[in-house]
């Protein structure tokens, strides 16, 4: 079993929908969750930062964590076709490092 | 504000010629420093990681290696390449100290073996 089970996709959505992604995991020492986008040959780019359960938003962007249920999720609201990218989820803990885990991202194509 | 840079962004290289990936920091001081792998559907696969000057940790034993002969200067090397080393080679940087620091990722290279 992978530490981080994330849906490949891809995820077809119409403009203006609401996007749900979403990430498992199995390390109950993850403490520190992230989200990230990556369009298409380029590096990643940070999205979202969160380190406790609950709900953090940024805009369009929601990032919602569940510690008791290892399992963190990624809304995007009013979606648009800039936002059709790759989707990573990546968590850490303590005496990792700060090295991360991976998902293996999700395929979001937003369709006008 | 912090700046981090990769190049080339593209190689082709035969197999058995040897390789050197460069990535370099702007703006932090004594930052971690990453090197992943990405290949399609299989996610970051982290190589590389380092805490300080010439310390190097590896993490998957292969036909690479790195090194960090300057604070914010992360190189990554093979002597001869294989067929399996073609990818997607990305550089990441975190703060140091705590655990739970965001990491962040230059443009990355793209390595094809042939």
């Known amino acids: 079993q992978k530490e981080v089970e994330q849906d490949p996709g891809p995820l077809s959505v119409p403009e203006g929908a609401i996007v749900s992604l979403n990430c498992t995991y199995s390390n109950s020492a993850f403490q520190y969750f992230m989200w990230y986008r990556q369009y298409s040959r380029k590096g990643p780019e940070l999205l979202m930062y969160t380190y406790s359960s609950g709900n953090k938003e940024d805009g369009r962007f929601t990032a919602q964590v569940d510690k008791s249920s290892k399992y963190i999720s990624l809304f995007i609201r009013d979606s648009q076709p800039s936002d059709s990218a790759t989707y990573l989820c990546?968590?850490?803990?303590?005496?990792?490092?700060?090295?991360?885990?991976f998902g293996t991202g999700t395929q979001l194509k937003v369709e006008l | 504000s912090q700046t981090i840079h990769q190049w080339p962004a593209t190689l082709v290289q035969p197999v058995g010629s040897p390789l050197s990936l460069e990535c370099t920091v702007e703006g932090t001081s004594n930052p971690n420093l990453y090197w992943y792998r990405q290949a399609a559907g299989r996610g970051l696969q982290l190589l590389f990681y380092?805490?300080?000057?010439?310390?190097i940790s590896s993490e998957v034993p292969q036909n690479l290696s790195a090194s960090r002969p300057q604070d914010r200067q992360f190189i990554l090397s093979s002597k001869k390449l294989l067929l399996s080393d073609s990818g997607f080679y990305l550089c990441a940087w975190s703060l140091g100290g705590p655990p739970g620091n965001e990491q962040f990722f230059g443009p990355g290279t793209r390595l094809t073996v042939l």
């Open positions: 380092s805490v300080g000057i010439g310390q």
């Open positions: 990546a968590m850490s803990g303590p005496g990792g490092g700060n090295k991360l885990t």
